[in-house]
């Protein structure tokens, strides 16, 4: 199985937890359908919004912004400002799509794991041993762990297919010891190779593909967030306990 065929069937995956399941009343589903289609994005699910006469439709490439026939969207951010804060309502609607998605992967049992002895938070790092980036969050692992944070890994090499460490990372997630093998190659000091795990590395990337993930470190919170790039531990701490 190709990984355009893993791709969209995640993304199939997502449509069915969600498409028709809160459609707003008063959308011509059909006609937005066949505008967005032009696009070539394809609707999961579709909601009212809070701004009247919009809808809130969220596509395997995102959510977009339509009046109730399609003939008028938004593909941007939606924010709703008050006098205590602006809120990225966008952002909110991505991040329930992206917490169906991880759940209906059902790689739980996949990821490799450093756990915070005295655990606050969890997050899901889709990683690459190349980038230079992953290696720093990797080097300071412990700084995230000593704040409560439980730091879990997916595969996610940058290039796709022709990455040229796709059989490295499928070696470490082939491996016995799957956390010495990471830590090894975050160190430049593992040159294992095998084929064997591919699938389950392409799994990773077209889960990460259809979250929108495009570079590594991408960091995903419990509630589906993502945080794209590197955060330093107590930054990504701050973060988290503004969440809750």
């Known amino acids: 199985m190709n990984f355009k065929r893993l791709l969209a069937g995640v993304m199939l995956s997502s449509a069915m937890l969600s498409f028709g399941a809160n459609a707003a009343e008063g959308a011509d589903k059909a006609a937005i359908a066949d505008v967005l289609a032009q696009y070539r994005l394809n609707i999961e699910s579709i909601e ?13 490439g995102g959510v977009v912004y ?10 941007g951010q939606l924010f709703h400002t008050t006098e205590q804060a602006s809120i990225n309502l966008t952002e ?11 759940d209906a992967a059902d790689v739980e049992k996949e990821l490799i794991v450093y ?10 790092v889709f990683t690459d ?54 830590n090894a190659a975050k160190a ?9 795990c591919t699938p389950l590395v392409r799994r990773h990337m077209a889960l990460g593909s259809a979250m929108g993930v495009t570079g590594t470190p991408a960091i995903m919170l419990q509630d589906g967030t993502m945080l794209s790039g590197y955060l330093p531990a107590p930054r990504l701490a701050e973060v988290l306990n503004q969440k809750g």
């Not at 009212?48 to 395997?60: A, D, I, K, Q």
């Not at 909110?92 to 991880?102: E, G, S, T, V, Y």
Request: charged residues 25%; hydrophobic residues 35%; negative net charge.
């Open 115 to 124: 756990p915070a002895k005295d655990e606050k938070h969890v997050v899901n």
């Open 66 to 75: 339509a009046n109730k026939d399609g003939s008028y969207f938004i593909y």
């Open 92 to 102: 909110i609607a991505q991040a329930k799509r992206n917490k169906k998605l991880f």
């Open 129 to 182: 041993t190349t980038c230079g980036y992953c290696m720093k969050l990797h080097r300071e692992m412990q700084e995230y762990n000593d704040l409560g944070i439980t730091v879990r890994y997916l595969a996610f090499p940058r290039s796709g297919e022709r990455s040229p460490n796709m059989e490295q990372m499928s070696a470490i997630w082939c491996a016995d010891d799957k956390v010495g093998a990471m």
């Open 188 to 196: 430049g000091n593992f040159d294992e190779e095998t084929a064997v």
């Open 48 to 60: 009212t919004s809070p701004v009247e006469g919009l809808f809130e439709v969220v596509t395997n």
